[in-house]
């Protein structure tokens, strides 16, 4: 996929065509709404022996990703309470797919981390949303499929920039 190529150093940033905005807009919305819909979640859930809440799970995956963490950083990090976190967290436990380590900074303090048991349960999950988008994208020709991959993953390097840019740093930190 080609892009469009950076404006010049010095040059006023150009801005995107608010028609083409919207209809990227729709489709994101689209794409959550259908990933957050509850025949998704409970098909997944059957699919993968994981039923697992989707905010925990977005902390599970959290951690695949960034590593290890402590519950106060977590909580900033996702711009969310910390007491939602650690309810949050009570369950991830409780189920075995995080554990509290010592803090290798600072011996007085833990981190939540994945447990092998939690990249089992996230590899299940992953599992079943390929399997849904299987089923969903059948009729797509693979070319068309690599191409939606790759817009995809353009659009999350874009957001993540324009994150980074207006101050919120790595997301995954």
């Known amino acids: 996929m080609a892009s469009s190529p ?3 150093p010095g040059a006023a940033p150009r801005t995107p065509p608010p028609a083409e905005l919207a209809r990227l807009e729709a489709a994101l919305s689209a794409v959550v709404r259908w990933s957050e819909s509850k025949y ?16 925990a799970l977005r902390l599970l995956e959290h951690f695949d ?24 967290l009570r369950r ?12 290798p900074a600072d011996a007085r303090s833990g981190v939540i981390a994945i447990t092998s048991q939690g990249r089992d349960a ?11 988008l299987a089923g ?36 995954l930190a």
């Open 6 to 8: 950076a404006p010049a």
């Open 40 to 55: 998704t979640r409970a098909e997944v859930a059957r699919l993968s022996g994981c039923d697992v809440p989707p905010s």
């Open 65 to 88: 990703v960034a590593g290890a963490m402590r519950v106060s950083d977590i909580a900033d990090c996702l711009r969310i309470d910390i007491s939602t976190v650690s309810l949050q």
């Open 92 to 103: 991830l436990k409780a189920d075995g797919l995080v554990s509290r380590l010592p803090d």
């Open 122 to 132: 996230l590899a299940r999950v992953r599992a079943a949303r390929c399997e849904l």
């Open 136 to 171: 969903a994208f059948a009729p797509a020709a693979p070319e068309e499929l690599g191409r939606a991959a790759d817009t995809l993953l353009r659009v999350q390097e874009h957001m993540l920039a324009a994150m980074a840019e207006a101050g919120y740093g790595d997301p």
